[in-house]
């Protein structure tokens, strides 16, 4: 076998295994959709035969204009907006810093060598 041939090859093998985890990937997405979708539907129909106005698998209401009413698998929670949003800043921030530490850190270490 020549390096060319052998070269050919390993590009196929490359394009079989890329091919093989985008078919995986996409496959257990739509089995995970399916999945959802199913249990969903059971959900509906039953609450539906046994007349049963509210969710229990999941169910999401807007109270107003800053909160949220989340039913998940009978569970209640309720969220707002306003925390939510702070929380989410004080993470940006913390991450930030994080990455900004290390930078320096890398930079250091570079420069040292």
């Known amino acids: ?17 890329i091919k093989n985890i985008i078919k995986m990937t996409t496959s ?4 995970i959709f399916l999945l959802i979708l199913g249990v969903l539907t059971v959900d ?25 009413k989340i039913i998940f698998c009978g569970e209640v929670y309720d969220f707002d907006k306003e925390k939510i949003a702070v929380y989410i800043s004080k993470s940006k921030n913390t991450i ?13 270490k570079n420069t040292a060598e």
């Not at 076998?1 to 295994?17: P, T």
């Not at 930030?96 to 250091?108: G, L, M, P, T």
Request: charge should be positive; aromatic fraction near 12%; include cysteine.
């Open 44 to 68: 509906r129909n039953n609450r539906n035969m046994f007349l049963h106005k509210e969710s229990k698998l999941f169910n999401c209401k807007k109270m107003d204009d800053n909160n949220y």
């Open 28 to 31: 257990f997405i739509f089995i």
């Open 1 to 17: 076998m020549s390096r060319i041939e052998r070269k050919k090859l390993k590009q196929m093998q490359k394009k079989r295994k």
């Open 96 to 108: 930030k810093k994080e990455i900004d530490f290390i930078r320096k850190f890398v930079k250091e």
